[in-house]
Nanobody, 121 residues
Framework: QVRLVESGGGLVQPGGSLRLSCAAS????????MGWYRQAPGKQRELVAT???????NYADSVKGRFTISRDNAKNTMSLQMNSLKFEDTAVYSC???????????????WGQGTQVTVSS
């Protein structure tokens, strides 16, 4: 199994910055993709950004140029630097991993519990 734990959420004013972190632990053989998704009240969960083990990134159009995703493969950690935050960035942000756990024959999706990001003046 793979366990994901997020940290770094909180309250920030519009235009401010926050950095989210995600740490993966457990019987990890390989993590192919890591990413962040978010869900605002009354809305469906949406992709924010993903990053492969090779460093290829993908961003939602709404966060391009403002958010930066990064990961440390050796430490099984990932971060999301969020700048120029807007009211509409308010959501629960969840860490995601597509990973192969030791002893398993195929990779699976794993999710963290989520961390609240609130952008408010």
């Amino acid at each position: 199994q793979v366990r994901l734990v997020e940290s770094g959420g909180g309250l920030v004013q519009p235009g401010g910055s926050l950095r989210l972190s995600c740490a993966a632990s457990g019987s990890i053989f390989s993590i192919y993709v890591m990413g962040w998704y978010r869900q605002a009240p009354g809305k469906q969960r949406e992709l924010v950004a993903t990053i492969t083990s090779g460093g290829s990134t993908n961003y939602a159009d709404s966060v391009k140029g403002r958010f930066t995703i990064s990961r440390d493969n050796a430490k099984n950690t990932m971060s999301l630097q969020m700048n120029s935050l807007k009211f509409e960035d308010t959501a629960v942000y969840s860490c995601y991993a597509f990973a192969l756990a030791s002893g398993q024959s195929h990779p699976n999706d794993y999710w963290g519990q989520g961390t609240q990001v609130t952008v408010s003046s």
